[in-house]
């Protein structure tokens, strides 16, 4: 079973995909997620997704220079229908 920060961390990788492949689905960023590396194929965080992700979180300013991104608005992250 996931813990809250689990799922949180999982939701910023999957935003991280978005924006460097420019995707509109979260669906789809999954399976970026997973082919390179930052997802198992069980959608748990491999050590890899587990730091991007927690460089989005502690200095999101910092990741957001060193991806070269222009931050959006998140797309279909928190969607409670969607099953990643």
Known sequence: MRTANESHFINHVIWHCQFVYDLDSARTAVEYAR???????????????????????????????????????QQDLYNPQANY
């Open 35 to 73: 082919r390179d590396g930052f997802l198992d194929t069980h959608n748990r965080l491999t050590s890899i997704g587990r730091s991007v992700a927690k460089m989005m979180v502690q200095d999101f300013n910092h990741y957001k220079d060193l991806v070269s991104i222009k931050i959006s608005e």
